[in-house]
């Protein structure tokens, strides 16, 4: 199976803050890396695909990038909606893994 | 709008079985695959079972391979899991979820939560 590893596992920022979460996959999964968010009690939302692909009415303050093993999401101008949990999942092969969340919480 | 409801849960006895629903509308649901991803209290996501559009294909993850079964029923819109043989490490909140294609899960219910306990 393909391990998933995001860090940091959670992170303080000010609404305006630009930040940004890495995923480390344990081998190369090209560009096959998706992004959601999620808030407590609601469903994920998914937000990006095959890396840097923005899904359609997502903001475009949020931005993907990498291939092979690393990847990065970074949401710039922080507002009070995006503090929320960040998960990534790699679509590569089965099982579909997710990391273990980010959780992004305001200072 | 796409909308996913999951219900079945609730709290169940250890060696016990439990059938989850997910009701789809919004969409033709005979044309997506569908995923079952669970989350244990406090915890993240963890991928479970895809079946493919037409039910032929089913993949499951290993930690759950010969206690659960996905199925579905194309003509009422509903998504099903099985779960058989129910462990304590069971309890979560389990989601279905559309998949677009090549595993990426669009849109996704709010779950049913499943409680293991005697």
């Known amino acids: 199976d393909i391990q998933m590893t995001q860090s940091p596992s959670s992170l303080s920022a000010s609404v305006g803050d630009r930040v940004t979460i890495t995923c480390r996959a344990s081998q190369s999964i090209s560009s096959y890396l998706n992004w959601y968010q999620q808030k407590p009690g609601k469903a994920p939302k998914f937000l990006i695909y095959a890396a840097s692909s923005l899904q359609s009415g997502v903001p475009s303050r949020f931005s993907g990038s990498g291939s092979g093993t690393d990847f990065t999401l970074t949401i710039n101008s922080l507002q009070p909606e995006d503090f929320a949990t960040y998960y990534c999942?790699?679509?590569?092969?089965?099982?579909?893994?997710f990391g273990q969340g980010t959780k992004l919480e305001i200072k | 709008q796409v909308q996913m409801v999951e219900f079945g849960g609730g709290v169940v006895q250890p060696g016990r079985s439990l059938r989850l629903s997910c009701a789809a509308s919004?969409?033709?649901?005979?044309?997506?695959?569908m995923h079952w991803v669970r989350q244990a209290p406090g915890k993240g996501l963890e991928w479970m079972t895809l079946?493919?559009?037409?039910?032929?294909?089913?993949y499951y993850a290993d930690s759950v391979k010969g206690r659960f079964t996905i199925s579905r029923d194309n003509s009422n819109n509903t998504l099903y899991l099985q779960i058989n043989s129910l462990r304590a490490e069971d309890t979560a909140v389990y989601h279905c979820?559309?998949?677009?294609?090549?595993?990426?899960?669009?849109?996704w219910g709010r779950g049913t939560l499943v409680t293991v306990s005697s």
């Open positions: 919004g969409f033709t649901f005979r044309s997506f695959g």
């Open positions: 079946i493919s559009y037409d039910g032929s294909n089913k």
């Open positions: 999942q790699q679509s590569f092969s089965i099982p579909y893994t």
């Open positions: 979820a559309r998949d677009r294609g090549r595993a990426l899960l669009d849109y």
